[in-house]
């Protein structure tokens, strides 16, 4: 099994910028594509931005395309998401998720083996 614990969440006001982190622990060596996913009231749950093992290849949703950047850290088994120029539409609860199959795939929910249990960012306009 892998534990995901996300920490960063909070209240900023449009135009603010916000930094989301996720450590994984436990079987780790299981995971291959990180990512992150997010979930708006009243709505589903989907997806926002993945990275590939070696953390040179990135997937984002084009809602965040130019706006977040997702990255890495193997050593400390961390991902990151920096996330710049928030809009109101941007609130939600942000879950880290892990797959034991490639980032690419992780645009489906179905790929995701691991969640954590999301920490909500808030977009005041």
């Known amino acids: 099994q892998v534990q995901l614990a996300e920490s960063g969440g909070g209240l900023v006001q449009a135009g603010d910028s916000l930094s989301l982190s996720c450590e994984a622990s436990g079987r780790t060596d299981n995971v291959i594509g990180m990512g992150w996913f997010r979930q708006a009231p009243a709505k589903e749950r989907e997806f926002i931005a993945a990275i590939t093992w070696g953390g040179k290849t990135t997937y984002y949703a084009d809602s965040v395309q130019g706006r977040f950047t997702i990255s890495r850290n193997n050593a400390k088994n961390t991902v990151r998401l920096q996330m710049n120029t928030l809009k109101p539409e941007d609130t939600a609860v942000y879950y880290c998720?892990?797959?034991?199959?490639?980032?690419?795939?992780?645009?489906?929910?179905?790929?995701?083996?691991?969640w954590g249990k999301g920490t909500l960012v808030t977009v005041s306009s």
């Open positions: 998720a892990a797959s034991k199959g490639v980032a690419q795939s992780m645009r489906s929910m179905s790929r995701v083996d691991y």
